[in-house]
């Protein structure tokens, strides 16, 4: 799941269903269609301070302008999946510290736009009237407007502010509130406009110095303005429509992310076509679970390839359908997540499409995505995905920060695997040079794993497995069998994995080809003791037990 974890709170809290908080007036229209399934809290009037207190509650936050979504009220949301702004301005939140966090912002972009323009030329018609009516030559500067688009509705663009300045009798605002846009009218700006300019801002205050606004008013170097929040409250978008329309759109987003699924306005997250996301969902939870396989099984500090070499250089192919899909965003989340959740808590948050490539960088980790255009057909499926951890280029030296991540994560790795080998010999040296492979497809909407390392197999990746590296010779089930039944732990399936061909094909020496993985799913984890006592002569040369 890309967006949200799915959980209803990490303190073992009590309700069933998702808390969303709604510190602001939020129209009921949308409000109606959240208390089916969420428990819903209208909490108007509560200071900085006590929504502080409350917030660590609650899955969901829905706000207009007012309330202050800030750093530390993030970093205090434990629960939080989603901050919805019931409008279009986000400026009131820390969308960095959300993302970080793996907070989804939504917004509102088109639901009160018709009130603030109608708003906008409410404000200036005085103006407008005195300078002669409505029929207006519209000029404008905007350095990411579409140029056909603005052709289409009759508007010229101008090449810079500063031009714009020097034309424009009506001079009006329409930008979000961010650092480029901060005091972007200012004296030296004002200075430059006609005196018998007009300006109207519907948008933010912010933007225009109001002290400098003030001033060229005073001085009358420009003849007026029209500003909303000051001339009039702040109430652009205050329609009964406005507010229906926004409140709509951001609740049923709320519930779209708190169930799994993707919002349509994320301001943090890529947009992603819901057909694309339908094919997406079962390779998110084939890939996240060939993730945690690699760290499991692989990335083990007791095992040849694993101490002192959890990898952070990753392939990830994608074969078949998936190749051609515009977005895998989701998929590589899922590999983030996937790898990183069995060695860290990651500090409580929840890694999705917000917040994996942040994640993933913090750790030093590469994750390189390819698509291949190899025909899949004759495999049985319609896509596959490999996952390759290759060791790091000898020119890739990891940076200090890098390194103390990594040292983390190994120790950390060491101290849960319960990864045992039976012997170092120069087939371990080489091992840890070779690829550690895993690949995996989906069928009937489940996933299944096809290959883990040189072996080729057919396991769902589910439940506690206990996976042996022994020779194929007699006896070695029996022995691992036994030991279990002593310890108590009942066998569900067992599978024996041989050498793949095209693995065998790529060099491996004959003593290697005749060795197999032991694939035995089980009801319990595995005592590392117990695991201990499986290697040997008579038993396996490695063991690993990973849960999935
Ligand atoms: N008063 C109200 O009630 C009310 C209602 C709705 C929207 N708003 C505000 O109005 C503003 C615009 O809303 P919108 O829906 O039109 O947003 P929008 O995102 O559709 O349009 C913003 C435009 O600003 C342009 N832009 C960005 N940086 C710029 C820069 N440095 N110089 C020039 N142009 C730049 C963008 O390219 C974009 O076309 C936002 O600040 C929003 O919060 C206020
Ligand atoms: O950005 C917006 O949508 C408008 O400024 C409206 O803000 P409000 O919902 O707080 O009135």
């Given at each position: ?170 001079f009006t605002i329409h930008t979000p509130l961010i650092a480029s ?79 799994g699924q993707l919002p349509r306005s994320a301001v943090n997250a ?212 036994s030991k279990l039944g002593k310890a108590g732990v009942n066998i ?57």
């Open positions: 799941m890309p967006v949200s974890n799915g959980t209803n709170g990490s303190n073992g809290a009590t309700s069933p269903r998702p808390k969303v908080l709604i510190p602001e007036k939020v129209s009921p229209d949308g409000l109606a269609l959240l208390s089916a399934s969420l428990e819903v809290h209208e909490r108007k009037g509560l200071s900085p301070e006590q929504l502080l207190e409350i917030i660590p509650d609650y899955d969901a936050l829905i706000v207009r302008s007012e309330t202050k979504v800030n750093a530390q009220l993030l970093n205090a949301a434990r629960r939080l999946k989603v901050v919805a702004r019931a409008g279009v301005g986000v400026d009131n939140v820390d969308v960095e510290t959300a993302t970080k966090n793996g907070i989804v912002v939504v917004n509102s972009p088109s639901g009160n736009i018709n009130a603030a323009a109608e708003h906008t030329i409410a404000l200036g018609l005085t103006v407008a009237r005195i300078a002669g009516g409505l029929g207006m030559h519209l000029i404008a500067y905007d350095p990411y407007a579409n140029t056909s688009l603005a052709a289409a509705a009759s508007v010229t663009l101008l090449p810079d502010l500063a031009s714009l300045l020097t034309a424009a009798d009506f846009t901060k005091g972007m009218i200012s004296a030296p700006e004002l200075a430059t406009m006609k005196p018998t300019a007009r300006i109207l801002n519907v948008a933010r205050g912010g933007m225009i110095d109001e002290s400098a606004l003030l001033d060229a008013l005073n001085a009358g170097t420009i003849a007026g303005a029209g500003l909303d929040v000051v001339a009039t409250p702040h109430l652009g978008a205050s329609t009964v429509e406005a507010q229906e329309n926004v409140s709509i759109d951001v609740c049923e987003q709320v519930l779209s992310i708190l169930s890529p947009l992603i076509l819901p057909e694309e996301y339908r094919t997406l969902q079962p390779f998110v939870s084939l890939v996240e679970k060939m993730g945690s396989l690699y760290t499991q099984h692989f990335a083990s500090g007791a095992r040849p390839g694993g101490s002192g070499n959890f990898r952070t250089t990753f392939d990830l192919t994608y074969e078949g359908s998936l190749a051609s899909l515009n977005t895998t965003k989701p998929l590589f989340a899922a590999l983030v997540k996937g790898i990183l959740a069995p060695i860290s808590s990651l500090d409580g948050v929840n890694v999705n499409i917000v917040n994996a490539e942040l994640v993933a960088k913090e750790r030093g980790i590469l994750i390189n995505e390819n698509r291949s255009r190899e025909d899949v057909e004759e495999k049985g499926y319609t896509s596959f995905v490999t996952l390759r951890a290759r060791t790091r280029r000898a020119s890739s030296v990891p940076s200090a920060q890098e390194r103390g991540t990594l040292n983390r994560q190994q120790s950390s790795v060491q101290e849960r695997g319960t990864l045992v080998r039976q012997q170092s010999s120069t087939a371990d040296v080489r091992l840890q040079q070779e690829d550690q492979v895993i690949q995996g497809f989906v069928s009937g909407n489940l996933p299944y794993i096809s290959r883990l390392g040189r072996f080729s197999t057919n396991i769902s990746p589910s439940g506690t497995l206990l996976i042996c590296r022994n020779f194929d010779s007699c006896g070695r089930i029996g022995f691992v069998g569900n399936f067992m599978t024996v994995a041989p050498v793949d061909a095209p693995a065998a094909e790529e060099g491996a020496e004959v003593e290697r080809s005749s060795e197999a993985l032991m694939i035995l799913g089980v009801d319990r984890p595995v005592e590392d003791e117990v695991v201990r006592s499986l290697i040997g002569d008579e038993g396996v040369l490695e063991a690993s037990v990973v849960t999935l």
